[in-house]
């Protein structure tokens, strides 16, 4: 009698070095983000750029992720998935590094760019990696790499400010490379048992690119249909950018409004960490959440509703219920969990969701890439932040128009 392929799989060598590899790599894809946006009032005054220039490196990221998540697949396809996992995180930490050593705004950007390409491509590896290696543990494995990846967004924004203070903002910023450094062991040990043949590890690496493809997990049918023809195409892209938009806006200027408004630099970190934080919250409840519902709409409803009422209370009274606020801040974000669950809602095929899920994070995250630059651009201009919470009460009323589209019942088969 033959073991079933999830006894192999339980039994095999080896997956306990892959899935420190996988915890590693995601416990660095946010740390270029949060160990930056802390330090931008003490960057700024080193290196003498203004609110607009602070927001265009608070753009990189999402514009980084977008490139990346075109990119990745067919560098996998080219590479595999545990090589590019080594790519993505020696770009990681020379970006990072680069960064700690630069000496004006260009080298900070060009640096920012490496380090979350790196990042961007480890986002897209992530789930085929589970997929290949623990096929009878993917929920199990998927909730450890997300809660981890939630720990490395938050520990940079704690620890940005005390480093800064203690040793200087080139060793807080570039502390980072020693993990992304740590992360590169596992994969370098993975493909060294994969070369040298004869092993499970290597034989499950062989079986899945016997017809030729490195990195078949990422491989999906063409879809019969165009998405961009569709409501619920755009509805999806304009929620899943909005409320990107809506993030990495307040990743990248939170801190510099607590300082604005009388809170030391250290309690601007710490309240960026409480938004990461709850970020959280919305990944795990979200989608056994909306699976219960028919129409979702309500719970995009009261995302909007916490982003109002956050935005609010940061305008008028920012000191007032500075940890109400941003809780409610925090919960804001929970439609982008939502929009990933909605992604396989509201398809019946792998075809539809791959097609769905590569037309709005494609189209989402290009819309919202301009969010923390004009952000600053409109503080730098107002001296104040009416017009920015404006512009994002804007965008939030965009996210519930497209979250009416993309949250009807139905199914994208039936409309294209």
Known sequence: MHASPSADHARLPGRALVLAGILLAAVNLRTAVTSLTPLLDVLGREFGFSATLAGL????PTAA????????????????LERTAVLAMALAAAGLLWRSLSGGTGGLLAASAVALAGMGIGNVILPPLVKRYFPDRIGMVSSLYITVLQVGTILPALLAVPLADAAGWRVSMGAWTLLALAALLPWLGVLRIE??????????HDRAVAAGDEAP????????????TTGLGWGMAVMFGMTSLVTYAMFTWLPKLMVEAGASPAFGGTMLALFSALGLVGALAMPSLAARMRNPLPIALLCAACHLSAFAGLLWAPMAAPWLWVALLGMGPSTFPLALTLVNLRTRTPAGSAALSGFAQGVGYALSCLGPLLFGWLHERS??????????????????????????????EERW
């Not at 490196?57 to 990189?60: A, F, N």
């Not at 070369?195 to 499950?204: C, D, K, N, T, Y």
């Not at 997990?217 to 961009?228: D, H, I, Q, T």
């Open 57 to 60: 490196l608070g753009m990189v």
């Open 65 to 80: 992720f977008a490139v990346a998540g075109v990119g990745t697949p067919r560098l996998a396809h080219r590479l595999g």
């Open 195 to 204: 070369r040298r043949g004869g092993s499970a590890l290597a034989q499950l």
């Open 217 to 228: 997990e990422l491989a999906a049918p063409p879809a019969r249909g165009r998405v961009w």
């Open 383 to 412: 001296h104040g932040w009416g017009l920015p919470f404006a512009f994002l009460a804007a965008c939030v009323g965009l996210m519930v128009a497209g979250a009416w589209l993309a949250c009807r019942p139905g199914f994208l």
